[in-house]
């Protein structure tokens, strides 16, 4: 709550300046264009002669205050940045029922990145660092052939094999490993 009427303090401030200012600037021309030294002078008359008649006087102000209100408004943005923000936001089918309303979004400043699948080995490398290695076993058994005879693939199910305590499967995989490592390059 403080910094709302810290806010507003300030912005009323910044109003009171540009009030003043102009105020300062009317009144000093508006007595002042008579002791200006030659065409200057002619020329700050006519254009106070023209802007204080009754018509004129209402649109100049109103266009100097719109004037006023472009420039700071870009200056804000300038300061502050754009506007302009990324909404992700869940749904679908999984979302869980208890999931409050203000987990299912989420704003960014920045584009999102795009969306990348990862690949099996990665996936089952992310559910073994969680511990969830019923899903880390799931990832492994979609392999095909080729990527379960990979060596980072062999260490992941060594790993996985030790933290579900199957010490058969260690040891095969271990022997796996090590044929693999002495094999041709």
Do not use: C
Not at 16 to 43: C, D, K, Q
Not at 70 to 91: A, F, P, S
Not at 162 to 167: L, N, P, Q, V
């Amino acid at each position: 709550m403080k910094r709302i009427r810290d806010e507003r303090v300030k912005q009323v401030a910044v109003g009171a300046v540009i009030l003043l200012g102009l105020t300062v600037v009317v009144v000093s021309l508006l007595t002042g264009w008579r002791y200006m030294p030659g065409f200057l002078g002619e020329w700050i008359g006519t254009m106070m002669g023209i802007i204080t008649t009754p018509f004129f006087m209402e649109a100049s102000f109103a266009i100097l205050g719109l004037v006023i209100v472009i420039l700071l408004n870009h200056w804000r943005m300038t300061k502050d940045g754009e506007e302009l923000v990324y909404l992700e936001q869940v749904t679908g089918p999984d979302v869980p029922a208890n999931l409050p309303d203000h987990a299912k979004w989420a704003v960014y400043r920045e584009p999102p990145l795009d969306v990348v699948e990862p690949s099996l080995l990665a996936q089952a490398e992310g559910a073994y660092a969680i511990g969830d290695y019923s899903a880390a076993t799931e990832w492994i058994g979609a392999m095909d052939h080729d990527e379960l005879k990979q060596t980072t693939t062999l260490r992941l199910r060594v790993e996985l094999a030790k933290a579900t305590g199957r010490t058969d499967l260690v040891e095969m995989l271990e022997n796996e490993l090590q044929q693999t490592h002495s094999g041709p390059i």
